[in-house]
């Protein structure tokens, strides 16, 4: 069974860095395109972060500047680095992915989610 395993959240201080890390446990070829989501406390899911199939990326005008998305070179890790980190960045981080099972399969996952606490 295929998951997206997410990792790397924790408390940081203003200012400070994290690299959260989305990678595929199970059976597949790779990650086709991703995105990374960012629920605040209280609020709703927002898209912080997409790379599509070709390689494009995309940023919310909140973290663009300060956080990238990239794809390690097997296709099966997503990561997105975060820097400059704002209190209001604190929340839980979801990766969502189109995952290539097989040729011409593939399907749509979430990741569990990570937290991201940013507090002095």
């Known amino acids: 069974q295929v998951q997206l395993l997410e990792s790397g959240g924790g408390l940081v201080g203003p200012g400070g860095s994290l690299r959260l890390s989305c990678t595929i446990s199970g059976s597949a070829i790779g990650i086709s395109a991703a995105d990374w989501y960012h629920q605040a406390p209280g609020k709703q899911r927002e898209l912080a972060a997409r790379?599509?199939?070709?390689?494009?990326?995309v940023y919310s005008d909140s973290v663009k500047g300060r956080f990238t998305i990239s794809r390690d070179n097997t296709g099966n890790t997503m990561y997105l680095q975060m820097n400059g980190l704002k209190p209001e960045d604190t929340g839980v981080y979801y990766c969502?992915?189109?995952?290539?099972?097989?040729?011409?399969?593939?399907?749509?996952?979430w990741g569990q989610g990570t937290q991201v606490t940013v507090s002095s």
């Open positions: 969502n992915a189109d995952v290539i099972i097989a040729v011409a399969s593939v399907k749509n996952y």
């Open positions: 790379m599509t199939a070709g390689g494009t990326t």
